[in-house]
């Protein structure tokens, strides 16, 4: 619906206009009428109409003023002088501010306006049409020349280099031409907390889109010889060229664009951690050292997030056995799910997940221990708690494959164990309904991200109404405090047990505006959030 703006300082000629013409079956809405140029001046700098409307002289600014000014603001205005004057002048610098139509309000006819404004609605109509085909083209090569770089990169990586001068090529059409007294480094790039990421963007395409636009300014902007490809949607591979000489650090250089990078994707709210390859003298090493920074499991798995990371050699831990104490644990952790000690779980499961931090144990064996950890419990919890989850067990491994860092893993396996207390504790209170029981046990698994009731509704097979009656009548509140409220306790965990800062916490839970959270934190707890911490660091 485009926006018009009425403007006469003769006021039944407003009105005229305004009540004489069905505003609504013509596609346009009325946003304002005024009786002087420098109050529609202040109106359009807060809302900009698409057509205006005006007489020429009116007090403190005269419609042609008024008209130079708003084209300067929306060079495609479609405007139309309405005067009582004909004089020719008037009309001569009407045609330079490229009004469209001159009306004298002698013969106003408004089945006339009616014509007038068609043909301006034909003619927006036009140049949206016209530019929504050219984004659409913009979008489809920017698309098509990602995934040319994608495709280069993995055939890079994935076959053999059969004709050399070929792939320099390629490598100079996408604008990194490669000259024998430069040297290159290769950097991998990966996305920090990634499925969070994707849900925050609703897609992978749109993650993508949305790192390829910030990176691709960035560089161009600092001025360093460099393109990125990605790899996938949370992993991209950087080459940066550099003169050599004895007076270049490469090393250096390349960190002030990463840095740069972290930066500039920062302002995505999302964190990336760089891997820095060996220096290449010669096209033929690039490849071995992106391969090898990609095999580098354990620099991914134990990395801090937003760190930049020189690759190196793996270095398993081999005189720790991570599963001596297993049955121990598994011990400690049914007492503490048994006993609902929510609280100790987090606390717990940190602990034991340090060990493999501090003797750099191989990610694969970690994600094993926690997999038949989790397994084992559950079979031992089904006589104890009369536990039967509503999810597959072979649903576990792909989780878990999927998880990049140790803090993933640990937050993970937090989530399952407090998913079980939860449900437990709904399905021994009032309600015996198993849906209750599973909408709990969804809701603590993705306490990271926005929940809906039509989402769990579905996944229920239910009707979202159906579901909604019956949660309030088994439970005593509705769904969305129900989320609100194990959120907000979630968030007393973090604040307790973490130096986690109150915008990641936010962010964690899966909210979008941090004033919000603090207003619901501080309706929950009586206190805002910093205030919460402080008062329980002081105990």
């Given at each position: 619906?485009?926006?018009?703006?009425?403007?006469?300082?003769?006021?039944?000629?407003?009105?005229?206009?305004?009540?004489?013409i069905?505003?609504?079956?013509?596609?346009?809405?009325?946003?304002?009428?005024?009786?002087?140029?420098?109050?529609?001046?202040?109106?359009?700098?807060?809302?900009?109409?698409?057509?205006?409307?005006?007489?020429?002289?009116?007090?403190?600014?005269?419609?042609?003023?008024?008209?130079?000014?708003?084209?300067?603001?929306?060079?495609?205005?479609?405007?139309?002088?309405?005067?009582?004057?004909?004089?020719?002048?008037?009309?001569?610098?009407?045609?330079?501010?490229?009004?469209?139509?001159?009306?004298?309000?002698?013969?106003?006819?408004?089945?006339?306006?009616?014509?007038?404004?068609?043909?301006?609605?034909?003619e927006?109509?036009?140049?949206?049409?016209?530019?929504?085909?050219?984004?659409?083209?913009e979008?489809?090569?920017?698309?098509?020349r990602?995934?040319?770089?994608?495709?280069?990169?993995?055939?890079?990586?994935?076959?053999?280099?059969?004709?050399?001068?070929?792939?320099?090529?390629?490598?100079?059409?996408?604008?990194?031409?490669?000259?024998?007294?430069?040297?290159?480094?290769?950097?991998?790039?990966l996305?920090?907390?990634?499925?969070?990421?994707?849900?925050?963007?609703?897609?992978?395409?749109?993650?993508?889109f949305?790192?390829?636009?910030?990176?691709?300014?960035?560089?161009?902007?600092?001025?360093?010889?460099?393109?990125?490809?990605?790899?996938?949607?949370?992993?991209?591979?950087?080459?940066?060229s550099?003169?050599?000489?004895?007076?270049?650090?490469?090393?250096?250089?390349i960190?002030?664009?990463?840095?740069?990078?972290?930066q500039?994707?920062?302002?995505?709210?999302?964190?990336?951690?760089?891997?820095?390859?060996?220096?290449?003298?010669?096209?033929?090493?690039?490849?071995?050292?992106?391969?090898?920074?990609?095999?580098?499991?354990?620099?991914?798995?134990?990395?801090?997030?937003g760190?930049?990371?020189?690759?190196?050699?793996?270095?398993?831990?081999?005189?720790?056995?991570?599963?001596?104490?297993?049955?121990?644990?598994?011990?400690?952790?049914?007492?503490?799910?048994?006993?609902?000690?929510?609280?100790?779980?987090?606390?717990?499961?940190?602990?034991?997940?340090?060990?493999?931090?501090?003797?750099?144990?191989?990610?694969?064996?970690?994600?094993?221990?926690?997999?038949?950890?989790?397994?084992?419990?559950?079979?031992?919890?089904?006589?104890?708690?009369?536990?039967?989850?509503?999810?597959?067990?072979?649903?576990?491994?792909?989780?878990?494959?999927?998880?990049?860092?140790?803090?993933?893993?640990?937050?993970?396996?937090?989530?399952?164990?407090?998913?079980?207390?939860?449900?437990?504790?709904?399905?021994?209170?009032?309600?015996?309904?198993?849906?209750?029981?599973?909408?709990?046990?969804?809701?603590?698994i993705?306490?990271?991200?926005?929940?809906?009731?039509?989402?769990?509704?579905?996944?229920l097979?239910?009707?979202?109404?159906?579901?909604?009656?019956?949660?309030?009548?088994?439970?005593?509140e509705?769904?969305?405090?129900?989320?609100?409220?194990?959120?907000?306790?979630?968030a007393?965990?973090?604040?307790?047990?973490?130096?986690?800062?109150?915008?990641?916490?936010?962010?964690?839970?899966?909210?979008?505006?941090?004033?919000?959270?603090?207003?619901?934190?501080?309706?929950?707890?009586?206190?805002?959030?910093?205030?919460?911490r402080?008062?329980?660091?002081?105990?």
């Open positions: 619906m485009y926006k018009v703006m009425l403007v006469d300082d003769d006021y039944p000629v407003l009105d005229l206009i305004q009540y004489a069905d505003w609504e079956s013509l596609g346009l809405k009325v946003i304002g009428m005024h009786e002087n140029g420098a109050s529609a001046l202040e109106a359009a700098e807060q809302d900009i109409p698409d057509i205006v409307i005006t007489d020429i002289g009116m007090p403190q600014m005269d419609g042609l003023e008024l008209l130079s000014r708003l084209k300067v603001m929306k060079p495609n205005l479609r405007a139309a002088i309405l005067s009582c004057h004909s004089e020719f002048e008037y009309a001569r610098q009407a045609v330079k501010l490229q009004v469209q139509d001159y009306i004298l309000k002698d013969t106003l006819d408004p089945s006339n306006i009616r014509t007038l404004l068609s043909g301006f609605i034909a927006l109509d036009a140049e949206r049409n016209l530019q929504s085909e050219q984004l659409k083209m979008k489809f090569v920017d698309r098509n990602s995934l040319m770089k994608e495709k280069f990169i993995r055939t890079t990586l994935q076959q053999p280099l059969l004709d050399m001068e070929k792939w320099k090529q390629e490598l100079k059409d996408f604008g990194l031409p490669l000259r024998s007294e430069e040297t290159i480094i290769p950097v991998v790039g996305v920090d907390e990634f499925r969070a990421a994707k849900q925050r963007f609703q897609s992978e395409e749109v993650l993508r949305a790192l390829d636009n910030v990176m691709e300014e960035t560089i161009q902007r600092i001025g360093i010889s460099a393109v990125h490809f990605h790899y996938s949607a949370k992993e991209v591979v950087l080459l940066a550099f003169q050599g000489g004895l007076k270049v650090n490469e090393y250096d250089e960190k002030v664009l990463l840095r740069q990078l972290q500039a994707v920062g302002t995505l709210k999302l964190s990336m951690t760089f891997f820095i390859g060996e220096v290449c003298p010669v096209p033929e090493c690039i490849k071995s050292s992106i391969v090898h920074i990609r095999q580098d499991s354990l620099s991914r798995f134990y990395r801090s997030y760190s930049i990371i020189r690759s190196s050699e793996q270095v398993f831990g081999n005189s720790f056995d991570l599963f001596s104490s297993f049955h121990k644990i598994s011990e400690e952790l049914r007492d503490l799910i048994v006993g609902k000690r929510v609280g100790e779980v987090r606390a717990a499961v940190s602990d034991w997940l340090k060990e493999t931090t501090q003797h750099r144990i191989d990610p694969a064996v970690v994600k094993d221990w926690v997999l038949k950890l989790l397994l084992d419990m559950r079979l031992k919890l089904q006589s104890v708690l009369d536990y039967y989850p509503s999810g597959s067990s072979d649903v576990l491994p792909n989780e878990a494959f999927e998880l990049d860092t140790l803090d993933e893993l640990k937050e993970w396996m937090i989530s399952h164990c407090l998913s079980i207390i939860a449900a437990d504790h709904y399905r021994r209170g009032n309600s015996r309904r198993t849906e209750i029981a599973e909408a709990y046990q969804y809701v603590v993705h306490l990271d991200r926005k929940i809906t009731l039509e989402e769990v509704a579905e996944k097979f239910m009707n979202p109404s159906y579901f909604s009656r019956l949660f309030k009548k088994e439970t005593g509705t769904f969305i405090e129900c989320v609100t409220r194990m959120k907000m306790h979630r007393r965990e973090l604040l307790e047990g973490t130096a986690t800062s109150v915008g990641k916490i936010c962010e964690t839970l899966g909210y979008d505006n941090q004033s919000y959270f603090i207003k619901l934190f501080k309706s929950f707890s009586g206190v805002t959030p910093v205030e919460y402080s008062s329980r660091n002081k105990k």
